[in-house]
């Protein structure tokens, strides 16, 4: 059971987005923490949804971020998320509101997934150009600084866990550069977060944005697309992985 704190009264369909990422990946349930007006804009395309307007009930892991902005009760929910010490995948605009929360509450069952922007602003040093070119190296560096697992977003992905553990893929189209692309990504590692026991955080960043980059790909074949089309690209991506090239740790062949 996946807890997802997503959308905000100015971005309700990256809720919708983020749920569809998580339904794809076959996770039992959601459960959305979201005000009341996107709540309903989420079941009316996944009926399958529960939730509420404040975090209730078990989960085994949380998603939080897609299009929260600084709606207050969301960024709220965002701390109870994260004090649960359950594995969490943090995003987008709930980063910004990280530095307040790592102090005591960092540990790589932390996700989080900026690009290349969203790191530049939270380690306040490498310009986003430098990071857009050395992703491996700051990837690292982020993981080791923040002391979380690191999932950092852009044509290759770098996974960096606390240790020095690296995942690179580069499976992915720039197709992929949509609006909405990095909200559904959130979707599909929340629910490998809920369900892939026996991974590390590092491990599940890594299959999540081999999955997201495997589907974009088939998206891409017939074409440009919006990230609509992503969820049930993730499908079949999973029903092809098995004659798919598995990600690659920096330095192997
Ligand atoms: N349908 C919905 O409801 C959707 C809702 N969404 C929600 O909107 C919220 C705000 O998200 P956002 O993308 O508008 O702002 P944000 O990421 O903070 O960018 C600000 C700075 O970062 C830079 N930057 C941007 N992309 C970059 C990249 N790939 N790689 C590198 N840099 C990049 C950018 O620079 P620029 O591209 O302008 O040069 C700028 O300086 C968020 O909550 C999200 O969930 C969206 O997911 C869309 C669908
Ligand atoms: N040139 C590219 N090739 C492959 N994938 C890309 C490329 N550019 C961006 N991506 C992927 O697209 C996604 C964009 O997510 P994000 O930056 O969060 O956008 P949004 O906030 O609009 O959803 C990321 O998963 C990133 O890795």
Redesign the pocket.
């Known amino acids: 059971m996946l807890g997802l704190v997503a959308g905000s009264e100015p971005y309700p369909g990256a809720a919708v987005l983020a749920t569809a990422g998580a339904l794809a990946m076959g996770v039992g349930m959601v459960r959305l923490v979201a005000p009341d007006a996107v709540r309903r804009l989420v079941l009316a395309a996944h009926p399958e949804v529960v939730g509420s307007s404040e975090p209730s009930g078990r989960v085994q892991a949380w998603a939080a971020g897609p299009g929260i902005a600084d709606d207050a009760g969301q960024r709220r929910a965002l701390a109870v998320a994260l004090e649960s010490g359950l594995p969490a995948v943090v995003d ?1 605009s709930a980063l910004d509101a990280l530095p307040e929360l790592l102090d005591r509450l960092a540990g790589e069952h932390v996700v989080i997934t900026p ?1 290349a922007g969203e790191l530049e602003r939270l380690l306040e040093g490498p310009s986003r150009e430098a990071i857009e070119a050395e992703p491996v190296r700051w990837a690292r560096e982020a993981s080791a600084q923040l002391g979380v697992t690191v999932l950092l ?3 290759a ?1 770098v996974c960096a866990a606390p240790d020095g553990t690296a995942w690179v893929q580069g499976e ?3 197709y ?8 559904t ?1 959130t979707g599909i590692l929340g629910a490998l977060l809920a369900t892939a026991r026996g991974l590390r955080p590092v491990e599940a960043a890594a299959l999540a ?1 081999f999955v ?2 495997s589907a ?1 790909r088939m998206a891409a074949e017939s074409g440009p697309f919006g ?1 609509g089309a992503l969820a049930p690209a993730v499908r079949e991506a999973l029903s092809r992985l098995g004659s798919a090239e598995p990600p690659r740790r920096p330095g192997q062949g």
């Open positions: 987008a690009h977003k852009g044509p992905t992915g189209h720039p992929l550069a949509t609006a909405g692309s990095g909200d990504l944005a997201h980059g974009g990230a």
